[in-house]
């Protein structure tokens, strides 16, 4: 049953490809209004997750709730009608078409032409690259650019939730702190950020929320700075486990042990 204080929710979720399961009983909550970072190794099951909320996966078993809606059975356009919108991990934006044509593409659900064109306007002041290279092809935009205009896309539909899949994958330095920026300015004008991302540091710094998944399940939560600061999480970028870093922790012998024996 819904939660009516969980903007969504992620109950019991059991998804994957084929035969095999990916995700394996994934439960946590996304508090409305901030940004959720899930973070993780490489296989536990990150970007099936969001595949799974934006309804290009189908859960095996589990249900996911958005506002008291349930998602689950849904098709990945009713979903996007309920205000969810996925930036997908590769860059999506049609090369031969111009800047002003793909981020006018993001709300191709709108039928009202003057609300198309208020959103375009709004757009153009959040994103300044949109106005200054509108009649530029998409090909021709750095990968940093491609990325602010497929953010700059999403936001036409003014959805709800904003859901990221690696934003940061290809990108140097300094665009990657543009990046952050602009997620940082997204949830300010009120979007709901769900997002996995590689770069787990920078991402739960700005985080009010972390999860991280391994082997396809929950094995931390909290706030983005709990997460981060939780011991264990080195384990999960170091090639270990949690359960065996805490065997290793329970096996080595204390300070005062080390004393007697040196």
């Not at 190794?41 to 189908?58: C, D, I």
């Not at 032409?113 to 090909?139: H, L, N, Q």
């Not at 011991?231 to 012998?253: D, R």
């Amino acid at each position: 049953m819904a939660d009516s204080e969980a903007f969504v929710r992620f109950d019991g979720v059991v998804a994957g490809y084929g035969g095999g399961d990916v995700l394996k009983g994934v439960t946590f909550d996304v508090p409305e209004g901030g940004v959720t970072c899930i973070v993780g190794p490489n296989g536990s099951g990150k970007s099936t997750l969001l595949k799974t909320v934006s309804g290009l996966v189908r859960p095996r078993l589990g249900e996911i709730w958005f506002k008291g809606q349930q998602l689950v059975g849904l098709s990945p356009k009713e979903i996007l009608r309920l205000g969810v919108v996925q930036v997908p991990q590769n860059h999506s934006l049609f090369r031969e078409m111009t800047v002003h044509e793909n981020v006018e593409l993001g709300a191709f659900l709108v039928k009202d032409k003057k609300v198309i064109a208020e959103r375009m306007d709004t757009i153009r002041e959040m994103f300044p690259i949109v106005a200054e290279r509108a009649k530029d092809k998409a090909g021709s935009l750095s990968g940093g650019q491609q990325r602010l205009v497929e953010f700059a896309r999403c936001l036409m539909l003014e959805p709800d939730l904003v859901v990221l899949d690696e934003p940061s994958m290809g990108l140097d330095p300094k665009t990657l702190r543009s990046m952050f920026e602009t997620i940082r300015m997204m949830n300010s004008v009120g979007r709901t950020v769900l997002l996995v991302e590689q770069n787990a540091r920078q991402a739960l710094k700005m985080s009010h929320f972390g999860v991280v998944l391994e082997n396809g399940q929950v094995r931390l939560s909290g706030t983005g700075a709990e997460v981060l600061n939780n011991p264990e999480i080195g384990a999960l970028y170091l090639g270990g486990t949690i359960e065996h870093t805490n065997q290793m922790e329970s096996s080595a012998p204390s300070a005062v042990e080390r004393t007697s024996n040196e």
